[in-house]
């Protein structure tokens, strides 16, 4: 029996978890089997349980991961005001609308998670969080907690709208949504 390091289980694992986050926002949680999740990350069915109890002990490691990722991606924008503003274009954009699986995952998965159990909405509520106190400290430096209520109001507005946008078959009104939303988030953040 080959015996494999304990780094080797922890790649392993994350490779699960990326593979996961990016099938689940495609395809949907409930859209998405074990056996597909592992084939997706070059493993067999039974690898599954040496990494997680359930599939809603991936889910809610999933969830987390993928709104860490988002948040860490914060990092890259410029300070500020500026990098909220290119934060909003980026978000409500067609490429965005347009490829779910490398995207947002509150605009893919929000309907699930709000299904799924106290873990994963654990993970949620705690990711969901730092997205608005990141967007608040954009919003006012100087007093991040004075601008939560319209950090929570665009944060929202943002999701939405994205979401609209892809349950949309008509290609310009959708786009037209996006637009608009680009629109009301940037009036909004004045």
Same mark, same amino acid.
């Given at each position: ?8 289980k922890q790649v392993t ?70 990098g909220l503003e290119d934060?909003? =274009? ?10 779910? $699986?490398?995207?947002?995952? %509150?605009? +893919? *998965?929000? &309907? ?6 106290d873990e994963t909405k ?25 601008? =939560? ?10 999701? $939405?709208?994205?979401?609209? %946008?892809? +349950? *949309?078959? &008509? ?20």
């Amino acid at each position: 029996m080959v015996r494999y390091a304990k780094e080797h289980k922890q790649v392993t694992r994350q490779r699960i978890i990326e593979k996961a986050g990016h099938r689940f926002k495609q395809d949907g949680i409930d859209g998405s089997g074990i056996s597909t999740l592992m084939s997706d990350a070059g493993l067999t069915n039974g690898a599954f349980y040496a990494h997680f109890a359930s599939k809603d002990d991936l889910v809610a490691h999933v969830v987390a991961e993928e709104l860490r990722t988002q948040i860490a991606s914060y990092g890259t924008l410029r300070p500020g005001r500026p990098g909220l503003e290119d934060f909003v =274009r980026e978000y409500l954009s067609p490429e965005h609308r347009d490829h779910p $699986g490398l995207g947002c995952p %509150s605009a +893919a *998965l929000l &309907d699930e998670i709000g299904r799924c159990g106290d873990e994963t909405k654990q993970a949620y509520t705690d990711g969901a969080r730092d997205i608005v106190e990141e967007i608040a400290a954009r919003l006012t430096p100087e007093n991040p907690r004075s601008a =939560r209520g319209r950090a929570i109001g665009l944060f929202t507005m943002m999701v $939405g709208t994205l979401q609209l %946008s892809r +349950a *949309l078959s &008509d290609r310009k009104f959708s786009d037209e949504v996006l637009e608009q939303g680009i629109e009301n988030a940037l009036a909004f953040m004045r």
